[in-house]
């Protein structure tokens, strides 16, 4: 049986009063549910972790341990197809989409492996509590998209129509 796509209104409507404190930053550049990173350290950090729950917008626990060999990717794609989204990963000659939010993998100012979110070369969200990012080149993407064109639409898309809403009330 296939889902039916929820409504913009249904959306909204459970989303009302959730934004009551927004700041001035452009509604586009938002990180509507930004996770941040509870482990530290090159084998045990969970910054990979923290930066798909941001762009799935679910818990940090829900994501699930990743194998540390090369199943990891069918592993997360595997979760991720339950939730509607996909993961590819680009090395870093990738042109990278105008307007596409990323998760960018590079250095830590420690000099760790570490990903961030980043959109148009701009960094959206570390989810290290330093913000500091990364520290020379970008060395690989993450791509995290939806299996359904409306995933996106229903995360980030009704999130900031959530916003513009609320603005207007």
């Given amino acids: 049986m296939q889902q039916e796509e929820p409504s913009l209104e249904e ?13 001035k930053k452009k509604l586009e550049d ?4 930004p996770v941040f990173q509870t482990k530290f ?3 045990e950090g969970n910054c990979t972790h923290a930066c798909i729950a941001t762009m799935v917008m679910c818990k940090l ?6 194998s540390n060999d090369n199943k990891w990717i069918s592993e997360l794609n595997e979760w991720l197809a339950k939730k ?3 993961c590819a990963i680009a090395d870093s000659s990738w042109d990278v989409p105008k307007d596409a939010f990323v998760m960018a993998g590079g250095k830590s ?9 980043m959109k148009n070369g701009k960094l959206m969200h570390d989810p290290h509590p330093s913000g500091e990012g990364l520290v020379g080149e ?11 064109p409306w995933n ?14 609320q603005l207007a009330d």
């Fill in 30 to 33: 938002i990180i509507p549910h």
């Fill in 152 to 165: 996106y639409e229903m995360v980030w898309g009704c999130y900031l129509a959530s916003i513009r809403k």
């Fill in 61 to 66: 626990e829900e994501v699930p341990k990743l």
């Fill in 84 to 86: 509607g989204f996909y």
């Fill in 109 to 117: 100012p420690s000099g760790l492996g570490h990903y961030v979110i």
């Fill in 138 to 148: 970008i060395e690989d993407y993450l791509l995290i998209v939806p299996l359904k």
């Fill in 11 to 23: 959306i909204e409507r459970a989303m009302k009063g959730a934004f009551k404190e927004l700041d």
């Fill in 41 to 43: 350290g090159d084998t």
